[in-house]
Every structure is written in C-alpha cells, then in structure tokens.
C-alpha cells in the first residue's frame, strides 16, 4: 500500500514511544479506522438498540409487576414466571407449538419431498406447478388465515358446502375445540409446504446424475432408488428444513390471530399468540416479558441443540 | 441454486423417458395438490364477486351475476389506497435502510480484521437465534419512550434491526468470495477500503443486493406483529393490519371481505409472477447459504 508507507515513515517516531506498536500496525490502523469507524456504527446501534437491549430488559422487567406506566417498581421475584409455569393455556400452547413441529415433520416435510420428487423429473409443466405451490409461501399470513377463515366458516365456507352436498350438517370447524386446532394445521401445511418443496427441488438438482444413472444400470426400482440414493443424499436438506419447521413453529402468530385468534376458549394458542394475548393485550409487561424470556430460552436452546446434534457436519 | 426455479432441471433424470403409467401418476398426484392449493385462491377471487346469499348457495360455481362494485367500490375508497401506501413508505424504508446498514457492516466483517472482529460478528449473529417476538413488550416501551410510537420510523427501525443478522451473514459470504485478486492490487495502488467497497465490491453485489432486498422486502409487505404493536392509529395501518380492521367491520359481509382480500392480495400474486426467478431464488438462497 503506497498510501500506508509514507504514513507509516511519519508517524514512526512518536510511535514507537506511544502505543508500543509496530509502525506496520499503525499504517494498518491508519487504514483500517475510517471504514470501522464509518460502516459498522449504523448495524451496530439499530441492532444493540432494537434487539439486545430490549432482550435484556425483557429479563429485567420479567421480576416485576408492572403496567408500563412510571419505573417498574414492584418487585416480585419469580412471581411471574411461576405463574407461566402454573398457567393451563400457556401448557396447551406450548403443546400445540410442538404439535406444529410434530405436524411439519411427518406430514408437511413428507409431502414436499414427494412433490419435489415429481416434479425434479422430466415433466412438461413443472415450472408451472412450482409457481402455484410456492405462491402461497409469499402470501401474508395474516392474507391466508382470513382466506382460510373463509373456508371454514359454518355459513358460507366452502368445506361447509361439502359437507351439506353429502348431506351433512355444516360446522363451525374454528369455533370446535376438538376440530380448530386441527384446521389451523392444515393451513400451515398448506402455506409452507411450497417452501420446502423447493428446498428439496435444489438439493435434488445437486445430486450427481452419475450416481442415479449407477443405480439404473444396477437395476434398481424407483422405490430403491428413492430410500437408498436419494435420500440419504438429501441428508443436510432434509435437516435444514426441519430446522425451518422448528425455528418457524416457534415464530407463529399472524396465522392463528386471523383463524381463531388463539379460541376458542384458549384452545389454538401457541407461545407468541398466548404472549400477546396476555401480556400485550392486557398491557401486564412483567408478565408479558417473562414469556418472552421462556419463549427465548425455549428457541435458544432448540436452535443451538439441534445444530449440534444434526447439523454438525453440514 | 439461483436457477431452481427457471430451468426445467434439464440434467436430472436426462437420458431416461418417463413411462407412460408414471406420467399419468405423477400429473394426477400433481392436479390434486394444485387444485388444494389454488381452490381456496381463486374462490375468495369469485366469492368477491357474489352476492352474500350466493355464497351460501353456490359456494364453487362462477357467479350468476357478476358484481363488480364489490371491487370497484373498494377500489375508489380511501381506505384501500392508504393502507398499500402505508406498507410501501414502510417497506421502502426497511429495505433501504437493512441493505445500507447491512452492506457496510458485512464488508468490514469480510474484508477488516481488527481485534474484536469475530467477537463482534458473532454478536450480530445472536440476532438469528431468537423470534422478534420475545422482546416485543420492551420494545414497544422503548419506542414509546422515544416518542417514536404510530410512526413509520417506529416500525422501520426494529424491523432493520431484526433483519440485520440474516443480511449481514448473506453479504458477508457473498463479499468474501470475490475475487481476492482485485482487492489486492486495488490496495498495492493505495485504494483505500472505502473506495473499494464503494467501486469494486457494490458493482459486482448486484445479485446479493437482490437477494437481501427481496427477503427483506417480502418480510416488511407482510408484517403484522411489529405494526400491530407499535402503531395505533388506523391512517398509519400498513395492509395486514388494514385488513384485519376491514375484516372486523364488515364480519358477515363475506362478499366484501374476499373482494378486499383478493384487491390486496393482489400486487403481491403479480409481483410475484413477474418476478418468480428472483423472489423464488431470493427466498430459498436466503435459507440455505
């Protein structure tokens, strides 16, 4: 650097006595400060401010009693998170966020494999049919939950339309204790599994034609092929859309606030709804943050266990 | 990868033709799934054009009128105009500012070592670990605090701030794979970092800047929980929120409610078919690198 050598052999003198550096470190620094001294400041801020720093007084907040209004004030220990622990709706919440895990994997990760699978071959008209089963991934949630609000209304639905053509009585499917949480599923599936599909569809591109071709030659059915070649071939795939799944199910809110709202009678509520409902809703900030904390502690250590368990090598 | 979505994977299972019986499955497994997915689309589309009554009575047919004033009328109020404005002003903003702020920070984090660098780098990544969620109610309290409540700053800024990790992480890996060589004598003739990130690194960043500005962009057009929280009155609403208001009033007009769905739904199904290659690459890149 022609710039950094005349700087150097200036400021050699004063620093040497100075900051026992090496007149190299000093042209490096020289170098080096303005655009750390300019770029990183911007991110650096935006994210202490809006992320880290509420996350920490989510923990602070979390021992108080508190309404938002004036300093919290009343102190109340581990108040807050014995009564999450206690609370009905905050266990049927957590149970039903991994029951959209459970969901995701057996049903929805499945279902875009095989879809994928259909569609990686040779077929006039793939393309097509990766448009419309992605499009719903970019719809809102808040878009597709009132779309499939509709769908199941009891007066107007369409699935309440077929089941009076084979004469049965509609139903209110969201409004059921034992049919909403199922229903919601089913949107979930619906919504996301374009998104994994398409996952698969890149990892199956990247598989070696010359390795399918091998087990052609070999003689192997189409079923062979599928469980002894192409899926363990997908393995980080397959792992990484999991981890989507999880990471996703923890996240949910905008689709359940349009279907049920979290009903009825507190059946549909996963982690993010019940926070909001009981903690923004009724403006109790201590409590509210103290789910928070859970809600973090919980994803924190599904994240980072699973990446050590599944996603090491990958 | 960037292609996934544009060629017809002309490599995969070349040299073979499909049989007959497997095409017959494959394209009859494929019509079920499309029609699941698509019917509930193009019946809230339909359904628009119905009255409420023939939404109870001819939930799947083409309606036997077609009103079009459902739409029209939506189409001339206020309401529906502000509301896509709001979401734009908001998502204008976030993209802008994450693709600044991320951009400059993951050429330091690619390019600078300093003491502190990976420390500070693996900060920033924290931001992948956690839901927005869990520190929804400090952080509606701070931007209370700063005054910043039922404005489009008070939603913008946490929504950079919650994208940052994932954009910073995508440029940074992207930059570290340019061509070293260039830096290198662009650095022998005394070009200092800021020129280089300025006229080598942003001329050759075009498809990571699409990348993120898509992620980013899909990720503020469809938030509610973050406006939701931190807006309160109905001119400020973006549309998830709008529609969620329209939805309330209107609760057993169905009619109504699906023409305003499908009207806001709307650019989002055409900016998508347009733009399919991009949003498709963009949006699983993004969750795979």
């Known amino acids: ?314 | 990868m960037t292609d996934i979505s544009a060629k017809p994977a002309a490599r995969h299972l070349s040299g073979r033709r499909l049989s007959l019986g497997h095409r017959i499955y494959a394209y009859s497994s494929l019509l079920i799934v499309t029609g699941i997915v698509i019917i509930p689309l193009l019946m809230t589309a339909l359904g628009g054009f119905k009255t409420v009554g023939e939404l109870r009575t001819n939930a799947f047919g083409l309606p036997y009128e077609w009103r079009w004033w459902n739409y029209t009328d939506i189409l001339i109020s206020q309401r529906y105009w502000l509301q896509m404005w709001n979401s734009a002003v908001i998502a204008f903003l976030t993209v802008g500012l994450t693709l600044v702020c991320s951009a400059m920070a993951a050429f330091v984090f690619a390019h600078v070592r300093f003491l502190g660098s990976r420390l500070l780098l693996n900060y920033f990544l924290l931001g992948l670990m956690f839901p927005a969620a869990t520190a929804i109610l400090p952080l509606f309290i701070r931007i209370r605090d700063l005054g910043l409540i039922d404005t489009y700053m008070g939603v913008v800024l946490p929504q950079v701030a919650f994208g940052l990790a994932v954009s910073i992480l995508l440029f940074r890996n992207y930059f570290r794979n340019l061509p070293r060589e260039l830096f290198d004598a662009a650095f022998v003739d005394g070009c200092s970092y800021i020129r280089a990130f300025w006229y080598i690194t942003l001329p050759l960043s075009r498809p990571i800047i699409a990348t993120v500005g898509i992620i980013s962009l899909v990720g503020s057009w469809n938030s509610y929980i973050l406006p939701l929280i931190l807006l309160n009155s109905e001119e400020m609403y973006p549309w998830p929120l709008g529609m969620m208001v329209y939805q309330g009033e209107f609760a057993t007009d169905w009619q109504l409610v699906l023409a305003f769905i499908t009207l806001t739904i709307l650019p989002t199904v055409v900016a998508f078919f347009a733009a399919q290659r991009h949003i498709i690459a963009g949006l699983t890149a993004g969750a795979v690198k």
């Not at chain 1, 620094?29 to 996350?55: G, W």
């Not at chain 1, 890149?202 to 192997?220: F, K, N, P, R, W």
């Not at chain 1, 092929?225 to 363990?232: A, E, G, N, S």
Request: positive net charge; contains cysteine; hydrophobic residues 55%.
């Open chain 1, 1 to 314: 650097m022609a710039s950094q050598t005349g700087a150097t052999a200036a400021v050699r003198p004063a620093a040497r006595r100075a900051f026992g550096l090496t007149p190299r470190q000093i042209g490096e620094l020289k170098s080096k400060l303005p655009v750390i001294v300019l770029f990183v400041p911007p991110a650096l801020l935006v994210f202490t401010i809006f992320v880290i720093l509420p996350m920490g007084e989510a923990a602070w907040y979390s021992f108080y009693n508190w309404n938002g209004y004036g300093p919290p004030e009343q102190w109340i220990g581990l108040k807050n998170y014995e009564v999450v622990f206690r609370n009905k709706v905050f266990l049927t919440a957590l149970t039903n966020n991994f029951l959209i895990i459970a969901v995701s994997v057996l049903v929805q990760i499945p279902l875009a494999l095989w879809v994928a699978n259909l569609l990686a071959g040779r077929l006039r008209g793939a393309v097509f049919f990766r448009l419309i089963f992605f499009l719903p991934y970019v719809l809102a949630d808040v878009a597709a939950g009132l779309i499939w609000r509709f769908v199941y209304d009891g007066d107007f639905g369409l699935v309440s339309a077929i089941l009076q053509f084979f004469g049965f009585e509609p139903i209110y499917m969201l409004a059921e204790r034992q049919f909403a949480m199922s229903a919601i599923l089913a949107v979930i599936v619906w919504k996301y599994f374009g998104f994994h599909m398409m996952l698969y569809i890149a990892g199956l591109q990247a598989i070696d034609q010359e390795v399918m071709e091998a087990a052609d030659i070999d003689g192997a059915t189409g079923w062979q092929k599928f469980f002894r070649v192409t899926l363990p071939m997908l393995g980080s795939t397959v792992r990484l859309s999991v981890f989507f799944a999880v990471v996703g199910s923890l996240q949910l809110f905008d689709l359940i606030i349009p279907l049920t709202g979290g009903g009825p009678g507190n059946a549909t509520h996963t982690l993010v709804t019940y926070l909001y409902q009981f903690g923004v809703v009724r403006l109790q900030i201590g409590f509210g943050s103290a789910v928070g904390v859970v809600l973090f502690c919980i994803s924190v250590t599904l994240a980072f266990s699973y990446r050590q368990v599944f996603m090491r090598h990958d």
